[in-house]
């Protein structure tokens, strides 16, 4: 307002025009663009993933009537039994053996893909997902009535061979087998997948100066396409282990963690501890039992790949 009692015109104008200049220049900041646009993703790991995560940690320290705290209690009863070691032998086991065959057929698959001409590529690599496209659980019942013993269209092609029927689900080490290779059947896709789209970004140019100094295919999958491919290779195997580890659907449809639940794996046994035997903090406590190894795996499987990154730079 002026000396004379007359109303400036332009001064809110100027304090509404400042304002827009403000949100126009808050709404260029890229980084706030982005943390806008992930904001849902964020809200959506933050109700699925982190609550749920910190509330298993918060029930494992827990009584089995969910009345006291008794800290780590549930972690000693379970080193304490001989079954929960068992468990752990048995989850190592599945999950490395699986993750190791799953990166050597995945590899071996996508050096054959790569090598084929791009009409056929499509073919076969539509054909190759479909282990991974279909449900899991789906999947390992069609598995269940090959290994069944008195039905299985495994042996029955054995026995035209002569070869004696195999006790697929009734044996230990059968039975492990056979978990296993269900998860190797359903996860080698994955790997080939992600490992073609690596063979794929590796620039012909090297592949040219290696053949040029003369070396060998054996030296240029070792010094060419293997050090291109370590970052892919890091990633894929340590999501793979995690996903492994947490497992539960195979072993649950395939052996139910028999025979002497000697195919109890940490998802199956969680179940059969908190749900079938309604101890819950227990169940959540074997859950959880390890996040702790894997967290530190997955911190030197990323920081490796973070310093690759910056001596590439």
């Known amino acids: 307002m002026a ?7 332009g001064a809110p104008a100027a304090a509404g025009s ?11 900041r890229r980084s706030t663009i982005a943390f806008l646009m992930a904001l849902p993703l964020i809200a959506l790991i933050g109700g699925l993933v982190v609550y749920p995560a910190g509330y298993a940690m918060w029930l494992s320290t827990l009584n089995r009537r969910m009345t ?13 039994s001989d079954t929960f070691w068992m468990v752990i032998m048995q989850s190592c086991i599945f999950a490395v053996g699986a993750v190791i065959a799953k990166a050597l057929i995945g590899f071996w698959l996508a050096h054959m893909l790569h090598h084929i001409p791009a009409k056929g590529q499509r073919k076969w690599r539509g054909m190759l997902l479909i282990p991974w496209v279909i449900p899991p659980a789906l999947s390992t019942l069609g598995w269940w009535w090959m290994f069944d013993p008195s039905y299985s ?11 004696p029927a195999v ?24 790997f080939m997948i992600m490992y073609l789209a690596a063979l794929k970004s590796v620039p012909d140019q090297l592949y040219e100066a290696a053949a040029i100094d003369g070396a060998t295919g054996w030296q240029g999958l070792r010094y060419v396409t293997l050090p291109m ?22 072993v649950r449809v395939l052996t139910n963690g028999g025979p002497r639940d ?3 794996v940490f998802a199956s046994y969680a ?12 169940g959540a406590a074997v859950s959880l039992f390890m996040f702790p190894v894997l967290a530190v795996f997955a911190y030197f499987i990323l920081r490796g790949i973070n310093r690759r990154n910056k001596e590439q730079m």
């Open 167 to 190: 006790p697929w689900l009734g044996e230990p080490w059968w039975a492990r087998f056979s978990v296993i290779l269900v998860n190797v059947w359903y996860g080698s896709p994955f």
């Open 3 to 9: 000396a004379d009692g007359t109303l400036v015109a």
């Open 262 to 264: 000697l195919t109890q």
């Open 271 to 282: 179940f059969q501890v908190g749900i079938l035997s309604g101890n819950l903090p227990r």
């Open 18 to 28: 400042g304002r827009a200049n403000t949100m126009q220049r808050f709404a260029r």
């Open 229 to 250: 491919m370590q970052n892919i290779i890091s990633i894929t195997v340590l999501f793979s282990l995690i996903v492994t580890f947490a497992n539960y659907d195979i």
């Open 153 to 163: 269209s495994i042996n029955w092609l054995l026995n035209i061979f002569a070869v």
């Open 68 to 80: 006291a705290n008794i800290g780590l209690g549930n972690f000693e009863i379970l080193l304490d």
